[in-house]
């Protein structure tokens, strides 16, 4: 009885203590981490998207996205994390888009008309198509929807890309450009 | 042969330690339970599948494990341990230690690290507590292989209904969320099927081979136990690797790939640990003065299996063999 009574309290420590320490130690160190938010695995390949307009540049893949940002199909990002108070960036995941009509998809994802359109290619020849809208309160609205593949419609694993940026019209572009590439810069965005 | 007598469970400290920490861990998280509530459809989408899943689980490791000489009550914990014990408490270890590495830059890779290094572990804690509650029983790396794979069992279970829920959440209505649940239980079920049951049965035979190694061969027990949790950790940190390439085709062939060599290591492990059941049947026919097994495959043989059993009843009794035989 005594030996039973021995092993099971040595292996009771030991499973309790391995226990603690994976758990306790992981909380812990969190607690007392700094914050880089910066992911330093240089694990995919990216690349610059091109636009007519350059409305929108930043890491942007040529086909399928996959981001934990994106994990609910959809993010936001202010832009007063990188000094812009007024700028606003979001990114959506559209499925069954219409590829062959651009232009109409990025009304439709948008429920609005959109004006100024313009259609381009990407580095990686995905479509392009580029529009803008007015916005309450003086604001402007630049919307940019990547399309994969040049199929009727878009297949689920194949989602076309909404980039939608949110500036006050009176704001000067470039700064608001600057902005959103740095935003996109912070959004792991792969393929 | 006479051993003393083993006390029972309901006297064993460890048992008590296992049952206290099945408790806790509900306490702290019990709503992959308490959802079935909110959404009664998905449960029974999910629940559906585990019994499913269950049934083809324990079908396999009936056809691989010929004697059986486990006890029910220990399988049973190991299944309560993986799906209860090790689920919840390395999910929280996973968020904790995902959330440090996110903060040194490596959020690309944190599930690839975090889930190995912690399911495995919390995995693995399981099976030492039942292999240690398994004693007097003699030991061999088979009871490793089998309890590790109930508690991978219980894990692959308990974390399919998870992801079935998750998948739930996303829709709204009974209707849909029955086919959210179905439909991802389906597919975790055709991808990556048993999946923890294989890498822990690895690691599960690994230990029972060191515990059970006598003082001359003990380093080489625990260099072979180190080798397998490693080669795990390995597999399990490559299954939860992001996807190398967006190419779809690539992506599948990287899955079959990497689910084969999981399958044949498992099964080089398997094999391996029969060669232990085997030794033991040996030595136990030469006791008794019967003809021993001649192959590893006869040990499906009936006669050799209930003499088996027999055997280490009367050993854990502390009977003797003529007793437990008898």
């Known amino acids: 009885m005594g030996s039973y009574l021995r092993r099971d309290a040595g292996v009771s420590a030991v499973i309790l203590g391995v226990g603690a320490l994976l758990t306790g130690s992981a909380f812990d160190a969190d607690a007392f981490a700094p914050d880089r938010p910066d992911d330093l695995v240089g694990f995919y390949q990216r690349e610059t998207l091109y636009s007519s307009t350059d409305a929108v540049a930043g890491y942007l893949a040529p086909e399928g996205w996959e981001t934990t940002d994106l994990g609910d199909s959809a993010a936001a ?115 | 042969m006479s051993a003393a007598a083993e006390p029972p469970l309901a006297r064993r400290l460890l048992f008590w330690v296992v049952v206290g920490m099945l408790v806790v861990s509900l306490l702290i998280d019990a ?190 027990g625990w260099l072979l136990a180190a080798g397998l949790f490693l080669a795990a950790l390995v597999l399990h940190s490559l299954w939860d690797l992001p996807a190398l390439s967006a190419s779809t085709a690539s992506q599948d062939a990287f899955v079959v790939i990497l689910t084969l060599v999981v399958v044949l290591a498992t099964a080089a492990v398997w094999r391996w640990s029969l060669g232990g059941e085997r030794r033991l049947v040996v030595a136990d026919s030469r006791m008794l003065g019967v003809a021993p097994p001649a192959s590893v495959w006869s040990l499906w043989r009936p006669e050799v299996g209930g003499r088996t059993r027999a055997v280490e009843r009367a050993v854990r009794t502390g009977t003797g063999i003529e007793a437990g035989i008898g």
Request: proline share 3%; net charge negative; hydrophobic share 55%.
């Open chain 1, 77 to 191: 990002y202010a832009g007063i994390e990188v000094g812009l108070d007024d700028v606003e960036l979001e990114l959506k995941l559209l499925e069954e888009v219409d590829a062959a009509d651009p232009a109409a998809a990025l009304g439709e994802a948008l429920s609005r008309d959109v004006e100024g359109l313009e259609t381009a290619t990407t580095a990686s020849g995905l479509a392009l198509t580029t529009g803008w809208f007015a916005l309450p309160e003086g604001h402007t609205g630049r919307a940019s929807l990547v399309s994969p593949g040049d199929g009727d419609t878009v297949e689920p694993d194949e989602a076309a890309l909404l980039v939608v940026v949110d500036y006050p019209a009176t704001a000067d572009e470039e700064r608001v450009l600057a902005a959103v590439r740095s935003l996109l810069d912070s959004v792991e965005i792969v393929r």
């Open chain 2, 31 to 220: 709503t992959v339970f308490t959802d079935a509530v909110e959404m009664p459809e998905a449960a029974l989408a999910a629940w559906l599948t585990v019994v499913v899943q269950g049934v083809l689980a324990l079908a396999l490791l009936g056809l691989a494990d010929p004697l059986r000489r486990q006890r029910a009550v220990l399988a049973v914990l190991a299944v309560l341990w993986g799906g209860i014990v090790a689920a919840n408490v390395a999910a929280h270890a996973n968020t904790a230690l995902g959330s440090l590495l996110t903060k040194a830059g490596l959020a690309s890779i944190e599930a690839a690290i975090t889930a190995p290094l912690n399911e495995e572990t919390f995995k693995l804690l399981g099976v030492l507590a039942v292999l240690v509650l398994s004693v007097p029983s003699r030991l061999t790396a088979m009871d490793g292989f089998v309890y590790g794979f109930l508690v991978g069992t219980g894990f692959d279970l308990i974390e399919n209904v998870s992801y079935a829920y998750q998948a739930a959440l996303e829709v709204e209505g009974g209707d849909a969320q029955f086919a959210a649940a179905l439909a991802s239980s389906v597919d975790r079920l055709v991808q990556g099927f048993a999946l923890h049951a294989f890498w822990t049965s690895m690691t599960g035979a690994g230990l029972a081979a060191a515990l059970a190694a006598g003082r001359g061969s003990r380093w080489r």
